[in-house]
């Protein structure tokens, strides 16, 4: 038993969240793609612009486009 409620290794978790802390200060260029569908809600994925195809299966971001908000309707 690793001591978390939900299922994930809690030591991996802190490591993760170090680890992006690292980069918290850091300008990231981000690109974003919309998949439109018929029957269901658009989606939007983005990632690191500079993120390497190996990378990119992991560094990645999906929710619906009514998820979105504009940055100066947030500010």
Request: contains cysteine; hydrophobic residues 35%; negative net charge.
């Amino acid at each position: 038993m690793n001591g978390s409620t939900g299922g994930y290794d809690d030591r991996s978790t802190r490591q993760r969240l170090a680890a992006a802390t690292q980069y918290a200060g850091d300008d990231v260029a981000l690109e974003s793609v919309v998949v439109q569908y018929e029957n269901r809600p658009d989606r939007c994925t983005v990632v690191p612009r500079e993120c390497s195809e190996a990378e990119r299966v992991t560094t990645w971001l999906s929710a619906d486009v009514g998820a979105f908000v504009d940055l100066e309707d947030a500010r």
